[in-house]
């Protein structure tokens, strides 16, 4: 079994690769979420993967929900796979200390975090995407073998990353207010379906936050119309589509 998280496609695509490679069933932890409930596995589950973005170098708080309260066999084999647009810290570690894993991988892809950062250059988000599809059958092998594995980019300072500037993106950066939109805005809902911890509200035909927002920018990438920035700076950075790059 894979149970996937994903704003803007990049885990759902790493994922469902996983699932076709290894034969496993793929399920949206958002559908789980949605519901308020968390799926009963059976006993003689085989494998459980996990995968999700990474954010701020730590695992989104919806996954950390889903995932203590995932009863998982103990005789099951317990590995994460997430992405991220360049490292992931200690998050990974962090996460293995209340959800015992097995093994774990990082895979690099395209960044999609325009508020701080720009989209990458086409050539590198194509670049990224293709370095992904050669890694990833060399992880459902080990899957599949059921290998303890530890294959993680934690890049620099990793610790101060997970433990102090998480806590501190939580806090001080994830806010709703600087959420604009105009009036190219057709009022579709494409955002509100979108937005896979339900933070989005349609009110007089345009989309409302509210504080269950993770700042996952799915509604910004996915308008068809480019009506949804966040502050002054992320119009001219564009928006992020997978199914450019693959
Ligand atoms: C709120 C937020 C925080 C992020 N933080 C990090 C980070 O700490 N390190 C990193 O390498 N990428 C970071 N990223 C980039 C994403 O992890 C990466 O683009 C990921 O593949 C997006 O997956 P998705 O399309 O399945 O949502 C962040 C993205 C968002 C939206």
Redesign the pocket.
Known sequence: MIFY??????????AGQLAELTGDELFNMADFLREGRVPALPADTARVGVV???????V?APVLRFLSQLAVPASAYRYAV????????R?LSRLSRHFPLDAAWSV??????VPMFDLDAPELARQKVADARTFLPAIAEAVVRKEHAWCVHE?GFPRC?TYVVYPL?KHFC?KTKAFRVDNACISCGRCEQNCPVSAIRLVDGRPVWNKAC?????CLHGCPVNAISYGAGTRKKGQYR?EDYL
């Open positions: 998280f994903s704003a803007t496609g990049n885990s759902r695509w790493v999700f973005p990474i954010h701020s170098w730590y989104p997430c992405t991220c647009g360049d490292d992931v810290g998050g690099q892809m395209p960044n999609t975090y890049g990353k993106f994830v993770i700042h996952c920018m799915a997978l």
